[in-house]
């Protein structure tokens, strides 16, 4: 009988102390999946904060990129994983807030399925022109489109992201008669922008951001609750009339559902640490992501008023996966 066997039936048998039989979690390293591709945004969001709970877990937190269908298919692995604190997943907003509304059933039930632990950042997003356009302003972009309707094409990273819907919230406030055009991301979005395609985008401002500082693009308002620090002078839409126009990318922190409410607690103690930290506010900088630590009760009605939100325009819109 080898060492691993008889240590096995001495903890079935009870004659095991009981701190040898269950070692204090964590106990070993946590996967921490992904759910975009690594070299993104969302990679650089996973790794800053592994890095930052390692150190906090005295564990090893792994990252594993898991992609597919809008960040869905990462989350789907996550949701059916084991609720032992060894698997935790970085879920995007588009996987918890408008997929659920464009498809007949959905792999999981979130509420049931996956324990919310934080959100984990949020990412301002701007409404840029090419300027060919002749526009300088988000009311003059608004005058043109009712003035010439169907005549401006907004492009998108696909039916149903974040960026499709900011642009329907957009044509909802301002009452203007716009053309869709989805692309397979955003960056294949933004050079048929660049090209003059399409003639308005709004997309996460890490991916406009070159362009902007190049004069590529004119930024006419931010779809945030305040500006940023990133393009100051850049209004926001509320600013500009439109304050239901809001639509930050997000990112959050989630583990299986079931998940011990003790291993819940160190786990969020690691993460709201790790998001507190310094080092990973300058990483998140670079993205222009704002670390954004919750309480999971704050998360979940956090995940609830998303969906308040965005089911309704999804609907309307008639978005399917």
Not at 74 to 85: K, M, P, Q, V
Not at 114 to 140: F, K, Y
Not at 235 to 260: C, H, I, K, Q
């Given at each position: ?8 039936a001495?903890?079935a ?6 701190a ?6 964590p106990a070993?390293p946590?996967r ?9 945004p969302?990679?650089?969001?996973g ?13 090893q ?15 789907s692995?996550a949701a ?30 979130w509420?049931t ?7 984990v950042?949020?990412?301002p997003?701007?409404l ?17 489109a009712r ?17 499709h819907l ?7 406030q301002a ?13 294949p979005?933004?050079?048929d922008l ?10 996460d ?30 209004p926001?839409t509320?600013?500009l ?7 930050d ?13 003790e291993?819940a607690?160190?786990?969020h ?23 954004s630590p919750?309480?999971g ?13 965005w ?11």
């Amino acid at each position: 009988m080898d060492r691993r066997t008889f240590l096995a039936a001495l903890a079935a048998s009870g004659l095991l102390p009981r701190a040898a039989a269950a070692q204090p979690y964590p106990a070993k390293p946590i996967r921490l999946i992904v759910t975009f591709a690594a070299g993104g945004p969302a990679d650089l969001f996973g790794r800053a904060l592994a890095a930052g709970m390692s150190t906090e877990l005295g564990q090893q937190v792994v990252v594993e990129s898991r992609t597919g269908a809008g960040g869905l298919t990462g989350l789907s692995a996550a949701a059916h994983s084991t609720a032992d604190g060894y698997t935790l997943c970085l879920a995007g907003a588009a996987a918890l807030s408008t997929i659920p509304f464009m498809m007949a059933s959905m792999p999981f039930d979130w509420k049931t399925e996956l324990t919310p632990l934080t959100l984990v950042a949020r990412v301002p997003e701007v409404l840029v022109v090419n300027p060919s356009l002749g526009v300088a302003t988000l009311p003059e972009l608004v005058a043109h489109a009712r003035a010439k309707p169907r005549t401006v094409n907004f492009g998108s990273a696909g039916v149903g992201s974040i960026t499709h819907l900011a642009g329907e919230l957009l044509r909802d406030q301002a009452r203007i008669d716009v053309v869709h055009v989805p692309y397979r991301g955003a960056a294949p979005a933004v050079n048929d922008l660049l090209g003059g395609h399409v003639q308005f985008v709004i997309a996460d401002i890490p991916v406009l951001l070159p362009h902007i500082q190049a004069g590529a693009v004119k930024p006419l308002a931010v779809t945030t609750a305040k500006r940023t620090s990133v393009l100051p002078d850049v209004p926001t839409t509320a600013e500009l009339g439109y304050p239901g126009v809001l639509s930050d990318n997000w990112y959050g922190l989630v583990a299986p559902g079931g998940l011990p409410a003790e291993i819940a607690a160190v786990l969020h103690k690691a993460a709201t640490a790790a998001l507190a930290s310094d080092e990973l506010a300058r990483q998140f900088e670079t993205q222009a992501a704002i670390p954004s630590p919750t309480t999971g009760a704050e998360f979940v009605a956090f995940i609830e008023s998303e969906q308040a939100k965005w089911g309704p325009l999804v609907k309307a819109t008639g978005a399917r996966l």
